[in-house]
């Protein structure tokens, strides 16, 4: 079964340089989620979408935005990167038609963004 | 805001023996997720929860929900190496969909 694409899967940035991240999901999936997971830590909440329109809005810095596009394929633009940022950026997507049995997040694999 | 909360954070065991996994919330939620999740890899969707006394079953892996007390359990029973992973509650908040996540358990299965 075809997953959550990500790319890239890895990054490697300089401090106050930007960074895109893109993120394909499941066909027919309609909604996509943005979480942040630092080293150790359990994954945040970022960011989603529903049918091109933002959703919900988590702890995003101002420094990063993102958007969905016609084809429901998403991009998260980060600006001014700091160290802080470094991070696996997971993608998820969600078919918002599922019945509640099956209703779940898939996860794709992630980006790992190094800051230096 | 919603606070999930799992214990323990670490748990050692050994082949063959059987233990839980424990998530607490702080409000009402209509899904409970449990996810799997191996070192630097993805989230692996386990099961979801939706109603009190929902009971899921996936090899030695057993998850139920107790709404009223917003807990839920994770059992493993006669545990395996392949087993060891850090395994995640998620909880989704009856206004929206987004998850918030506990802090994982890391477990590790030795022979």
């Known amino acids: 079964a075809a997953g959550v694409i990500q790319s890239p899967r890895h990054l490697i940035k300089e401090k106050r340089e930007t960074a895109t991240l893109k993120c394909y999901p499941i066909?027919?999936?309609?909604?996509v989620y943005w979480y942040q997971q630092g080293p150790g830590q359990d994954p945040q909440f970022l960011i989603s979408?529903?049918?091109?329109?933002?959703?919900d809005k988590g702890s995003i810095p101002d420094r990063f935005s993102a958007q969905q596009f016609s084809d429901y394929h998403s991009e998260l633009n980060m600006s001014s990167l700091e160290l802080g940022d470094s991070a696996l950026y997971f993608c998820?997507?969600?078919?918002?038609?599922?019945?509640?049995?099956?209703?779940?997040?898939?996860f794709g694999p992630g980006t790992r963004l190094t800051v230096l | 805001e919603l606070k999930v909360e799992q214990n323990p954070l670490f748990l050692s065991m050994q082949e063959g023996k059987n233990y839980t996994i424990y998530c607490n919330y702080s409000?009402?939620?209509?899904?409970l997720y449990w996810y799997r999740q191996d070192p630097g890899k993805s989230l692996e969707s386990l099961f979801v929860l939706l109603s009190n006394g929902a009971v899921k079953q996936e090899g030695r892996l057993m998850a139920s929900l107790d709404t009223k007390a917003r807990l839920s359990t994770l059992h493993i029973t006669a545990a395996v190496h392949d087993l060891s992973a850090t395994y995640f509650c998620a909880v989704r908040e009856t206004s929206g969909s987004r998850l918030t996540f506990g802090e994982g358990t890391q477990l590790t299965v030795n022979p």
């Open positions: 066909p027919r999936h309609d909604t």
């Open positions: 998820a997507s969600r078919g918002g038609k599922a019945p509640p049995s099956t209703d779940t997040q898939y």
């Open positions: 409000t009402t939620s209509d899904r």
């Open positions: 979408f529903y049918e091109k329109m933002q959703s």
